[in-house]
């Protein structure tokens, strides 16, 4: 089903490149070094033939790098976004609270269920003409159950209920996720295809590709009391009654572990689609998450 003007589907995805095309964003290529050096015992002798100390203590230069790598990493994502026709191209802007329930059970089985609403605060042109108003859009409610298949990966599969306007709106969820530790990043790639049904609409099929990083701003994982940074980039492509549309979003968020138990994350959730055609629509969605381990 074709997105309303306010809709932009709520979930958190395939990377295309268009060489010499300026409305559509490139593939991210980049690469996370480290590096390594043998230990030296001493360092090359003095005018006096003497052998001085000589450090080997390579920590310093490796938490540089690292930095280096993630901000290369974000900006990246940044530069990947089409902003070609700026002025001509509609937006909106709202809020997009979320409640996450996490629920782990044996054999390496969880549930996620998860509450989203979105309200509208402002819609219209950056060429001037703009709208402020106050209006619910809609609200989502999904229940994901994910089962861990190796040491990084997970399978999952669930179903999402919109209801919109009067109107209700399902949705079968298939995904899957790998995850890269690094010594101070951890990347996760998820692969998602889902289906989207509704009275008098035709089908719509999505294939949703997501590169996301959680980066703790206190040692090497954040623990209670300290804060993160997570980033995602999302591709998705969306097919209905034959019409091909792509949309991406990049999601940065300030996370906050209160506990063990409880994460707090706010943020911008910034999404573009109908790029491809002229037609771009931008959103800017405050995003309030809160996360639950039960």
Request: hydrophobic letters at 40%; glycine letters at 6%; proline letters at 4%.
């Amino acid at each position: 089903m074709l997105k309303k003007p306010t809709e932009i589907s709520s979930e958190m995805t395939s990377e295309r490149l268009h060489v010499g095309s300026s409305n559509v964003p490139g593939v991210l290529l980049f690469g996370l070094g480290e590096v390594a050096c043998e230990p030296c015992a001493t360092s090359p002798k003095s005018n006096a033939g003497v052998a001085l100390p000589f450090s080997t203590n390579m920590q310093p230069l490796r938490g540089h790098i690292e930095i280096h790598n993630q901000l290369f990493f974000i900006a990246c994502l940044w530069l990947s976004f089409p902003f070609a026709g700026l002025a001509q191209a509609r937006y909106q802007m709202g809020l997009l609270p979320s409640i996450n329930l996490n629920y782990k059970l044996k054999s390496n089985w969880s549930l996620n269920f998860k509450v989203e609403s979105r309200q509208l605060l402002q819609n219209g042109t950056f060429d001037g003409g703009s709208e402020r108003d106050f209006e619910y859009v809609l609200t989502d409610y999904s229940l994901i159950a994910a089962k861990k298949v190796g040491l990084n990966s997970r399978i999952s599969g669930g179903y999402l209920f919109r209801f919109r306007e009067g109107e209700a709106i399902h949705r079968l969820i298939q995904q899957f996720t790998i995850t890269q530790r690094l010594t101070q990043l951890r990347l996760s790639h998820r692969l998602v295809t889902d289906q989207t049904f509704s009275v008098g609409e035709p089908t719509e099929y999505r294939l949703r590709y997501r590169l996301a990083t959680e980066i703790p701003l206190n040692g090497q994982s954040a623990d209670p009391k300290e804060f993160y940074l997570k980033i995602s980039n999302e591709y998705l492509n969306s097919m209905e009654s034959g019409e091909y549309d792509l949309e991406i979003r990049l999601v940065p968020l300030l996370g906050f572990a209160i506990t063990e138990r409880h994460k707090v994350e706010a943020g911008l959730d910034y999404r573009v689609n109908s790029f491809l055609n002229q037609n771009a629509r931008h959103s800017f969605w405050t995003s309030l998450n809160w996360f639950i381990e039960i």
